[in-house]
Every structure is written in structure tokens, then in C-alpha cells.
């Protein structure tokens, strides 16, 4: 956003005997203005998590990883998709390990479905239920993957990017769009019980980043973030 909300122009006459100048304009929005944009290009807000795993994955098949390094195609991808905040490039970072382990490993083996025979499977393509990490979500799509701490932090970094206003409890000082909450809301729907929720909620911002979610103004989003919180409460109260 910093590239959108400062914009400079700097112009330079060529002709001979004319006298040189440069101009500098900067140019605000308030925060309902930058949502306003947000809505319009998501990608504003948060780079679209598949289409940024996709590229990793598509580039990595194709190198020859003694000639990459980490910090090299960090820098590509912030020349593809733009600034990233520091939670993003972790989670890049990630996607990078575990692309360069299948490559250096190989593809996983597809899981045999149960009871059935080799004869009568010989040529037959395996059914996806079956396939090993057919269930996982490539990427942040429909569903974003949380199975670790860093992607907790990451979550909240993403449903409350500028944080909270000073003195209003969970209000946020902005609400980004549906398209970009809803596979957050999902994954933590479905977040990883290796997690611990108790030590999250008092540890991370989780628990005030999604609560303010019922406040969103798309209607599917605010019911999803009160089914989590429900959820979540009703986890607790079990626990105690």
C-alpha cells in the first residue's frame, strides 16, 4: 500500500535552453478509501497465497538448486508480486522448503485404497481420496493451511494488517476483503489439533482478530467468524 497511497512524478524538459524542473505530488486516502481500493484489487491487501505457491513450486521444478538460493528468489517474488509483510515471506519460505524437499526426495507414493486388490487395480488411476495429501489445500484457495505457529501469526498479520484502533478494544484499523478473510476463517476452522488453542488465544492476537470479523460488512464472512468464536468458547468451556 505504501506504493499506492505516495505517489511522485518527476518530469524533465530536453530542448535546449529550457530550465529543468521536478515535481513531487503526495497523494492520502483515508482508510475507508484504501478498503474501497482493497476490495477492488485483493492483491493490494494480501498476494494471492496459490498463485504465489504455484510460481515457487513451478520455478523450483525447473532449477537446478545449486544455482538458487532462499534470499535469491525471495527477491523475485517481491519483484513479482510486490512489497510482502515479514509473517507472508516466512510463509514463502516455507512453501520453499517443502518444494525443494519433494524435489530432492521425489513424489510421495500414492496410498493403496483399503481392501482392494493389485490385480484389479494394475492401470487404473488412483482415486483422488486416496492420493497422499489430496485433502491438503495447495496454498491459500478455498482454505488456508494452519498447522503451525508461523501461520497463526501470519493469520492474524493478515485479518488485521495496521492492528487495532487505540482505546476501541478488537475494532481494527482496517477490515480486508471477504476473498482474502474467508480462506483464513476456514483454516482455522479446521486449524491442526497439534496446535494449542488455549496458549494461542493468550499468547497471539488470534482471539481479538477474529472476533472483530463479526463485524464485517460481507454478511458470509461475519457468520463464519461467529460460528469460530462459538466454537472456540465452547472448546474451552469443555476444557474447564
Same mark, same amino acid.
Given at each position: 500500500? *505504501?506504493?499506492? !497511497?505516495? *505517489? =511522485?512524478?518527476?518530469?524533465?524538459?530536453?530542448?535546449?535552453?529550457?530550465?529543468?524542473?521536478?515535481?513531487? @505530488?503526495?497523494?492520502?486516502?483515508?482508510?475507508?478509501? #484504501?478498503e474501497?481500493?482493497?476490495?477492488?484489487? &485483493?492483491?493490494?491487501?494480501?498476494?494471492?497465497?496459490?498463485?504465489?505457491?504455484?510460481?515457487?513450486?513451478?520455478?523450483? =521444478?525447473?532449477?537446478?538448486?545449486?544455482?538458487? %538460493?532462499?534470499?535469491?528468489?525471495?527477491?523475485?517474488? $517481491?519483484?513479482?508480486?510486490?512489497?510482502?509483510?515479514?509473517? +507472508?515471506?516466512?510463509?514463502?519460505?516455507? @512453501?520453499?522448503?517443502?518444494?525443494?524437499?519433494?524435489?530432492?526426495?521425489?513424489p510421495?507414493?500414492?496410498? $493403496?485404497?483399503?481392501? +482392494?486388490?493389485?490385480?484389479? %487395480?494394475?492401470?487404473?488411476?488412483m &482415486?483422488?481420496?486416496?492420493?497422499?495429501?489430496?485433502?491438503?489445500?495447495? /496454498?491459500? /484457495?478455498?482454505?488456508?493451511? #494452519? +498447522?503451525?505457529?508461523?501461520?497463526?501469526? @501470519?493469520?492474524?498479520?493478515?485479518?488485521? &494488517?495496521? /492492528?487495532?484502533?487505540?482505546? $476501541?478494544?478488537?475494532?481494527? !484499523?482496517?477490515?480486508?476483503?471477504? %476473498?482474502?478473510?474467508?480462506?483464513?476463517?476456514?483454516?482455522?476452522?479446521?486449524? %491442526?489439533?497439534?496446535?494449542?488453542?488455549?496458549?494461542?488465544?493468550?499468547?497471539?492476537?488470534? /482471539?481479538?482478530?477474529?472476533?472483530?470479523?463479526?463485524?464485517?460488512?460481507?454478511?458470509?464472512?461475519?457468520?463464519?467468524?461467529? +460460528?469460530?468464536?462459538?466454537?472456540?468458547?465452547?472448546?474451552?468451556?469443555?476444557?474447564?
Open positions: 500500500l *505504501a506504493d499506492m !497511497v505516495r *505517489a =511522485s512524478a518527476a518530469a524533465e524538459l530536453a530542448a535546449a535552453g529550457e530550465a529543468k524542473y521536478a515535481e513531487k @505530488w503526495v497523494v492520502s486516502f483515508d482508510i475507508k478509501s #484504501i474501497a481500493f482493497c476490495q477492488r484489487h &485483493p492483491e493490494a491487501a494480501e498476494p494471492p497465497g496459490r498463485e504465489v505457491k504455484k510460481f515457487i513450486e513451478d520455478f523450483i =521444478s525447473k532449477t537446478d538448486l545449486n544455482a538458487v %538460493s532462499i534470499g535469491g528468489l525471495v527477491r523475485m517474488i $517481491k519483484a513479482r508480486y510486490g512489497a510482502m509483510r515479514t509473517a +507472508t515471506l516466512e510463509r514463502c519460505k516455507m @512453501w520453499m522448503k517443502d518444494c525443494v524437499n519433494k524435489k530432492l526426495n521425489g510421495e507414493k500414492p496410498v $493403496k485404497a483399503p481392501g +482392494t486388490s493389485k490385480k484389479g %487395480s494394475e492401470g487404473q488411476p &482415486p483422488k481420496q486416496f492420493v497422499a495429501g489430496a485433502a491438503d489445500d495447495d /496454498g491459500d /484457495g478455498d482454505r488456508a493451511q #494452519i +498447522t503451525e505457529r508461523a501461520d497463526v501469526d @501470519w493469520a492474524v498479520s493478515v485479518l488485521v &494488517p495496521w /492492528g487495532f484502533k487505540a482505546g $476501541k478494544g478488537d475494532d481494527p !484499523v482496517m477490515r480486508p476483503p471477504a %476473498s482474502i478473510v474467508m480462506p483464513i476463517l476456514l483454516g482455522l476452522l479446521g486449524m %491442526s489439533k497439534e496446535l494449542k488453542l488455549r496458549e494461542l488465544l493468550k499468547t497471539t492476537h488470534l /482471539g481479538k482478530a477474529v472476533n472483530c470479523m463479526r463485524h464485517h460488512p460481507n454478511a458470509e464472512v461475519a457468520k463464519l467468524a461467529r +460460528t469460530l468464536v462459538f466454537k472456540w468458547r465452547a472448546e474451552g468451556a469443555r476444557r474447564e
